[in-house]
């Protein structure tokens, strides 16, 4: 491959260029994966209005289920009361980590997201470029992790 600039160290440097652009990739990956894994989410949902995408834990996927297929045993009502809460992840790795409950009404405009590759592409989206992002361990809790968000060096806004 010629670059358009006849130069061959032109092209050395774009050669390097793409492969720190995907060790940035792989990295950025690694640290979702491992955001998503230290707070045991196993339910993935998406709003369909403005793509956000949540996380929610065991207790939360219990309800969710529950409110879409309701059970015989369960008081009458109770799906319309019924709510259960989300992290925000898209907004976690952009820098505002926020937490949202959903309830009966919401359950139209949510998605679930099975494919946990789908939703770390998804996430990779929401990224803020400007910001490093850093998954440290909380320290009361076992397994879990929070996102640390550090200015890289040398930036200015």
């Keep these: ?34 955001l998503i894994d230290g707070h045991n989410f196993i339910l993935f949902l998406q709003k369909k209005d403005d793509g956000d995408v949540f996380g929610a834990d065991e207790n939360g996927r219990l309800v969710f289920a529950k409110m879409k297929s309701p059970d015989e045993d369960m008081p009458e009502g109770w799906a319309d009361e019924a709510n259960f809460g989300c992290t925000n992840l898209s907004r976690a790795v952009a820098g505002s980590p926020s937490q949202t409950i959903f309830g009966m009404k919401d359950l139209e405009n949510l998605d679930v997201i099975e494919d946990q590759d789908k939703l770390i592409d998804m996430l990779l989206g929401h990224v803020d470029k400007k910001k490093e992002v850093k ?12 996102i640390m968000l550090k200015e890289p060096e040398g930036s200015t806004d």
């Design 1 to 34: 491959m010629r670059s358009p600039y006849g130069s061959e160290f032109r092209e050395l440097m774009t050669l390097w260029d793409k492969q720190l652009l995907l060790e940035k990739i792989d990295e950025l990956r690694g640290k979702i994966k491992h």
């Design 135 to 146: 998954v440290k361990p909380v320290k009361n809790q076992k397994d879990g992790a929070k």
